[in-house]
């Protein structure tokens, strides 16, 4: 062998580089789990790609030859009768253009969440099975049929194969990522939470977790002539009640604007993406380009340039969380990112910041992944100076470090903790736990402080403080008055509410309802379940028993709840008549339905939450209700024409209504 030494140089780089990129895309691919950014992953892999080209060699096993990782989990297998391939990647406009040449496009976004490939046959969804490795997927066909938005039955009755993305949302993603807090090492971003969400084995989770669908191809469609037109894919699968990506038609003059168009989106848009797609409009053509190993080659991916910008670490904040989870968060001298001054990132767990060797004064890289969440690129001069606290910052308890083999994570030991009681009490008053109205998180801390708050129940026994509250800055007559009343108001609530309220780590409001149901709403039993009980309730996994049984193992949290009890009144959850939740809303309802006795019936349910039911579907109609949404009833068309939502019965019943297309939410 006559290798020079640079050539060798290469080939050892090579070689690491095909280790760092082959452990990450297994955690990512596996295990839905992030060991390095993104950003950092892309950087690694055109690095090699550079290498590969400038020496002509590429070794077994190179990411750059394979797509995603064999994928492993109890759900069924399958292989996928043609692969399902990755895309070619670029940064740059020019690109694009040349890309296209004389061919129209379709530029969309590239949707960031868990590529799902659904087959219907006789205009029923027939299967749905997960991209997996590219080669073999999951089967995952019940799941998807509790994805809000998939139709399951369609018009169209010859067989229909298409893909598309399940994703969540950012609002729904930080609500329920708020509800899950302790597994929070674990869900970083919405992708992560999906593919959580889509690839498991129950079903009732999916439907828990808000999954919507975006088709983006259509592989196949008996007997339809779409004229060679992938627009006219995409509005034939529209008009069978499918979502679709947004969508624009470019050639090489205008996909410049429409990047720009789209960039001036990213903010507003609820669902996650990490980029565009540009597809070539003409079918026939396109196909006719064939493959590499690796990529069609009648599409690209345009990833956004990530702004980046230099700056130093002032100090990493320790912030404590009601679970105990201290979390480190970089804070750094303010910078300019895609137009917003940003100063905070987070660092996720020690295990990042101690890869990243952080030291205060360090020179560091920030950007804002996919444009939204900031994060720290590199450090440049990784000092690696930061000690991790051996003192809580808010109690001065001791912290210890837990290690799970994958990852480092710092827990406050202490369980009189302030930072715990202020998120639990917190968590407590909140909207959907005893919603106890003005109780803000500052007024909390103030009562904390002042002792007159040690146990939940203390909130409705605020009246023995009176006078003192009266006098603290910032109150008086008035706010006394009111948050007497408002405590008295939630002082009647709802078995699954005041179980939520209690902040047992992962027990949300849904798990809540889950568990109020299996155990016929009695409150003794659910004390005493074991966790053999427990994990036969849907949703309730090993870890949630766990925390239930520890939780009710406390002889302090038992009595603490003994004397909350004394202080409250629990009421069925049927229908409290003061919560509107459908209060401002205009419902238009049509076609057969199957929870009640008539649309009459209905129609005093919505009545009774506030609101409103209309003959006639019109531009102030705010939902169209029809458990067949991808029916072509006149309604349904005149809805679909005006943006209008057409919901499920389902849908209302779970009061989760999804937002309008024009709403805005002040938030
Ligand atoms: N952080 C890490 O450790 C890590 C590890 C491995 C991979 N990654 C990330 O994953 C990327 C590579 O992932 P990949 O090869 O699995 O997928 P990709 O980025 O090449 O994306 C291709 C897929 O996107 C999907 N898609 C979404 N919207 C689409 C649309 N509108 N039109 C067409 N397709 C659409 C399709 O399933 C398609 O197959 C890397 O660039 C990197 O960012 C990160
Ligand atoms: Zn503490």
């Known amino acids: 062998m006559s290798e020079n030494k640079n050539q060798t140089a290469a080939g050892a780089r090579m070689e690491e580089l095909v280790k760092q990129l082959n452990a990450a895309a297994r955690a990512y691919y596996q295990e839905s789990r992030e060991i390095m950014s993104n950003l950092e992953y892309d950087r690694l892999y055109d690095e090699l790609r550079l290498l590969e080209k400038e020496t002509g060699t590429v070794l077994a096993g190179s990411p750059t030859a394979q797509v995603g990782y064999e994928v492993l989990s109890e759900l069924p297998k399958e292989h996928h009768p043609s692969p399902m391939l990755s895309l070619d990647k670029t940064k740059s406009v020019e690109d694009l253009q040349e890309f296209l040449g ?51 039955r369609i018009p169209h009755t010859g ?68 004229e060679n037109s992938r627009a006219k894919q995409f509005e034939w699968l529209k008009g069978q009640g499918f979502g679709v990506v947004e969508y624009e038609k470019v050639n090489r003059d205008t996909v410049a604007e429409a990047v720009e168009r789209f960039a001036g989106k990213i903010r507003d848009n609820d669902l996650p993406s990490d980029g565009l797609v540009l597809l070539l409009e003409d079918i026939a053509y396109g196909e006719s380009l064939g493959r590499t190993a690796k990529f069609p080659r009648n ?15 002032s100090y990493i904040e320790w912030s404590p969380s009601r679970t105990g989870l201290i979390n480190p968060v970089a804070v750094f001298e303010p910078v300019q990112l895609e137009g917003t001054t940003v ?24 950007y804002k992944a996919n444009m939204i969440i900031p994060q720290i690129g590199e450090n440049l001069t990784r000092s690696g100076k930061i000690t991790i606290p051996r003192h809580c910052p808010v109690c001065g308890g001791d912290t210890e470090v837990r290690d799970t083999g994958e990852v480092r994570t710092l827990y406050c030991t202490n369980p009189e903790c302030q930072a715990k009681k202020i998120k639990s009490f917190a968590l407590f008053v909140s909207r959907d736990a005893m919603n106890v109205d003005g109780m803000s998180e500052a007024t909390l801390e103030k009562f904390i402080a002042r002792g007159f708050i040690h146990e939940f129940a203390d909130l409705f026994r605020l009246e023995r403080y009176r006078d003192e509250i009266v006098e603290l800055e910032g109150f008086g007559e008035k706010s006394y008055e009111n948050l007497i009343a408002s405590a008295k108001k939630a002082s009647h609530t709802t078995l699954p509410r005041l179980i939520y309220s209690l902040g047992i780590p992962g027990i949300g409001l849904a798990n809540a309802r889950m568990l109020c149901r299996a155990f016929g709403g009695d409150l003794d039993r659910l004390m005493r379940a074991n966790q053999e009980e427990l994990t036969e309730v849907d949703g309730i996994g090993g870890v949630l028993a766990e925390a239930w049984t520890g939780y009710f193992a406390s002889e302090k949290n038992r009595e ?48 009774a939450r506030g609101g409103k039911v209309t003959g006639t579907v019109s531009a102030k109609t705010s939902y169209l209700v029809n458990n067949d949404i991808a029916s072509q009833s006149s309604k349904n068309k005149k809805a679909k024409d005006l943006g209008i939502p057409i919901i499920t019965e389902e849908t209302v019943l779970s009061g989760k209504l999804p937002d309008g297309e024009e709403e805005t939410d002040a938030h």
């Open 343 to 366: 100063s905070r990132a987070s660092v996720h767990n020690l295990s990042v910041m101690e890869a990243l060797e952080l030291g205060e004064g360090d020179r560091i890289t920030v």
């Open 159 to 226: 067989r229909l194969v298409l893909r598309g993305e399940a994703l969540i949302g950012y609002q729904d993603f930080r609500k329920m990522n708020e509800e899950i807090q302790e597994l929070d090492a674990k869900y970083k971003n919405p992708r992560n939470l999906c593919a959580g969400s889509v690839r498991q084995l129950n079903s009732q989770v999916t439907a828990s977790r808000h999954v919507r669908f975006m088709a983006f191809a259509l592989v196949e469609a008996e007997e339809v002539d779409f």
């Open 560 to 607: 603490s709840l003994e004397n909350l009890l004394k202080e409250l009144i629990i009421e069925q959850e049927q229908a409290p008549a003061e919560e509107q939740i459908f209060a401002g809303k205009t419902f238009v309802i049509t076609g057969a339905v199957e929870h009640f006795a008539n649309r009459n019936e209905m129609k005093a349910y919505l009545e």
């Open 299 to 313: 599409a690209i991916a345009f990833k956004w340039a990530d702004e980046q910008a230099q700056t130093s670490l």
């Open 102 to 152: 004389e061919q129209q496009g379709i530029l969309s976004w590239k949707m960031d969440g868990l590529t799902v490939v659904l087959t219907y046959d006789g205009g029923e969804l027939a299967k749905a099975v997960t991209r997996g490795n590219g080669e073999v997927g999951e089967v995952v066909t019940s799941n998807a049929r509790a994805f809000e938005n998939l139709p399951v």
